[in-house]
């Protein structure tokens, strides 16, 4: 049976999980910064480990299901959406992919929610994040938490996941074991660290938006700036979620069941209020998952993996559509062109 692990490369920290028919054999956190100065830790654990069927992530914004070795340098910019020399965001993971690559690693790149077929068209116009690859995964992890706890198929798991990340807030709508919606944390309600999606005034009178401004502007920073203001910030991270659930939850209408996941779904006053504000919509619940210290992204990662290489999993990875995915992040663009958006990314050729 296939040897597998997932990686979900957080703002915060970077994950590895590890899966052998159910046996978790891989199970570890790393800060992101630390690591992308140096990999070694994540090689030794993941060399360390045996030889490995697939690895699965990381993967930014994700791409069509791809071999690492067979992605070129232009199709890792578009999955990581930063041009050459950007100190903003999540530096380095294109690097660090590479060396992973070069050591041998297995490595494949997974789709996010805007490559899936199953999430309708019209839902994508002029969206570039709704919903990155890890997302995917988490959603993967929640679906087969569903399966396990209710006995059933994927087909038969219809729910909303609410990821409060260490960042950003979002959330993906799950249609009989299919993603049909999402929410991306750039373009959803406010985050712990980021504003989540700006008013497109702000960002005019910003001038410019770089991949920093993208990273900021959340909880974290008012409360900081602000600290008499930080429970109307709290207030506003609440409501966010609250209303990115309402909505997410009327693509979905089979659902009946919100998974809480990400860092601060632990948060044992922040879980209390959302599960009175969201009652009405059904169960919720943490996703709890089945590792100890790798984060849902991670070991969502890992079943997806598992999936794609003829595991236990096959049949809800085929579910989810992953190997039919397709596109690039800039195929539903009209407000600006897909040729603007290349050229901000460094990327000349139309």
Request: neutral net charge; hydrophobic residues 45%.
């Given at each position: 049976m296939p040897r597998v692990a997932g990686i979900d490369p957080g703002t915060l920290t970077l994950d590895a999980c590890g899966l052998e028919e159910g046996r978790v054999f891989l199970d570890a956190s790393w800060p992101t910064a630390e690591l992308l100065r140096d990999s070694a830790p994540l090689l030794d654990a993941l060399l360390g480990a045996g030889p490995l069927d697939l690895v699965a992530g990381p993967s930014g914004y994700g791409l069509p299901l791809r071999r690492a070795r067979d992605v070129s340098d232009e199709e890792l910019r578009l999955a990581f959406l930063a041009p050459p020399g950007e100190p903003g965001g999540i530096g380095g993971l294109r690097a660090l992919t590479r060396r992973l690559e070069a050591a041998g690693v297995p490595l494949v790149f997974t789709p996010g929610v805007l490559h899936l077929e199953t999430v309708p068209r019209h839902r994508k116009l002029n969206r570039v994040d709704l919903g990155t690859a890890d997302k995917v995964c988490a959603a993967a992890l929640a679906i087969e938490q569903q399966c396990r706890r209710r006995a059933c198929a994927p087909e038969d798991v219809s729910l909303v996941l609410l990821e409060l990340g260490g960042a950003f807030t979002a959330g993906v709508a799950v249609e009989r074991g299919q993603i049909v919606d999402g929410l991306g944390g750039s373009s959803g309600p406010i985050g712990w660290r980021a504003a989540g999606a700006l008013d497109g005034e702000v960002a005019f009178l910003a001038g410019e938006v770089p991949k920093a401004m993208i990273f900021d502007g959340g909880v974290e920073r008012i409360a900081r700036d602000a600290p008499d203001l930080r429970a109307v910030a709290l207030e506003a991270y609440i409501e966010g979620a609250v209303r990115a659930a309402r909505r997410l939850a009327d693509a979905a209408p089979g659902s009946a069941e919100v998974v809480l996941s990400g860092r601060h779904a632990s948060d044992a006053d922040i879980s209390r209020r959302l599960t009175?504000?969201?009652?009405?919509?059904?169960?919720?619940?943490?996703?709890?998952?089945?590792?100890?210290?790798?984060?849902?992204?991670?070991?969502?990662?890992?079943?997806?993996?598992?999936?794609?290489?003829?595991?236990?999993?096959?049949?809800?990875?085929?579910?989810?559509?992953?190997?039919?995915?397709?596109?690039?992040?800039?195929?539903?663009?009209?407000?600006?062109?897909?040729?603007?958006a290349r050229r901000r990314l460094g990327l000349d050729r139309a």
């Amino acid at each position: 049976m296939p040897r597998v692990a997932g990686i979900d490369p957080g703002t915060l920290t970077l994950d590895a999980c590890g899966l052998e028919e159910g046996r978790v054999f891989l199970d570890a956190s790393w800060p992101t910064a630390e690591l992308l100065r140096d990999s070694a830790p994540l090689l030794d654990a993941l060399l360390g480990a045996g030889p490995l069927d697939l690895v699965a992530g990381p993967s930014g914004y994700g791409l069509p299901l791809r071999r690492a070795r067979d992605v070129s340098d232009e199709e890792l910019r578009l999955a990581f959406l930063a041009p050459p020399g950007e100190p903003g965001g999540i530096g380095g993971l294109r690097a660090l992919t590479r060396r992973l690559e070069a050591a041998g690693v297995p490595l494949v790149f997974t789709p996010g929610v805007l490559h899936l077929e199953t999430v309708p068209r019209h839902r994508k116009l002029n969206r570039v994040d709704l919903g990155t690859a890890d997302k995917v995964c988490a959603a993967a992890l929640a679906i087969e938490q569903q399966c396990r706890r209710r006995a059933c198929a994927p087909e038969d798991v219809s729910l909303v996941l609410l990821e409060l990340g260490g960042a950003f807030t979002a959330g993906v709508a799950v249609e009989r074991g299919q993603i049909v919606d999402g929410l991306g944390g750039s373009s959803g309600p406010i985050g712990w660290r980021a504003a989540g999606a700006l008013d497109g005034e702000v960002a005019f009178l910003a001038g410019e938006v770089p991949k920093a401004m993208i990273f900021d502007g959340g909880v974290e920073r008012i409360a900081r700036d602000a600290p008499d203001l930080r429970a109307v910030a709290l207030e506003a991270y609440i409501e966010g979620a609250v209303r990115a659930a309402r909505r997410l939850a009327d693509a979905a209408p089979g659902s009946a069941e919100v998974v809480l996941s990400g860092r601060h779904a632990s948060d044992a006053d922040i879980s209390r209020r959302l599960t009175s504000a969201l009652a009405d919509l059904g169960e919720v619940r943490p996703l709890a998952g089945f590792a100890a210290t790798a984060k849902q992204g991670a070991q969502g990662a890992a079943i997806v993996a598992d999936g794609l290489a003829g595991g236990r999993h096959r049949a809800l990875v085929e579910r989810l559509g992953i190997r039919e995915a397709k596109g690039t992040v800039l195929d539903h663009l009209y407000v600006i062109s897909p040729t603007a958006a290349r050229r901000r990314l460094g990327l000349d050729r139309a």
